[in-house]
């Protein structure tokens, strides 16, 4: 598969950091820094827009680092881009800890996976089929 990209920040196109890897690193395309404080949130430009093929959408992720040391997360995690979307990719950061943060131009925000889905037809019925879970959720089925 192959993505169109135009990249208007003065960053590298995202890669995969190992073979195995799932996601592509996105960098905040910055003037300058910003210091994000406790539980404020902050669309970061990536200077990236793509066209996403039909049948795919690209989805916007935390990087586990930031959000294990920092507290720094994707706050609608994981944020879809759909294929028929052209504008710049922006990540919404959010900081859930106490402390301050700042980012800083080309820094890694956030990870972008591609993923394939499907548009299902929707069909009402009066019944569902039975399950052993039934409408059990919500921790439903234990801790352990």
């Given amino acids: 598969m192959e993505i169109q990209v135009i990249n ?11 073979a195995g890897a799932a996601g592509m690193d996105l960098r905040a395309n910055l003037k300058e ?16 827009f793509m ?5 795919y959408e690209a989805q916007v992720r935390p990087r586990s680092g930031l ?5 720094i997360t994707v706050l609608n995690s994981p944020g879809t881009i759909d294929a028929d979307y052209r504008g710049e990719i922006g990540v919404i950061l ?11 131009d080309g820094e890694r925000v956030a990870q972008l ?4 889905h499907e548009q299902p037809a929707l069909a009402i ?3 569902l ?16």
């Fill in 33 to 48: 820094s910003f210091v994000l404080k406790p539980l404020e949130r902050k669309l970061v430009p990536t200077g990236l």
């Fill in 129 to 144: 089929d039975e399950t052993v879970r039934a409408a059990g959720g919500f921790g439903s089925t234990g801790k352990k």
């Fill in 8 to 18: 208007k920040s003065k960053h590298e196109l995202p890669s995969f950091a190992t």
């Fill in 113 to 116: 996976v591609i993923a394939k």
């Fill in 94 to 104: 959010v900081n859930l800890s106490n402390e301050e943060f700042e980012v800083n």
């Fill in 67 to 71: 959000a294990f040391k920092h507290g």
């Fill in 51 to 55: 066209a996403i093929p039909e049948g």
């Fill in 125 to 127: 019925v009066e019944n």
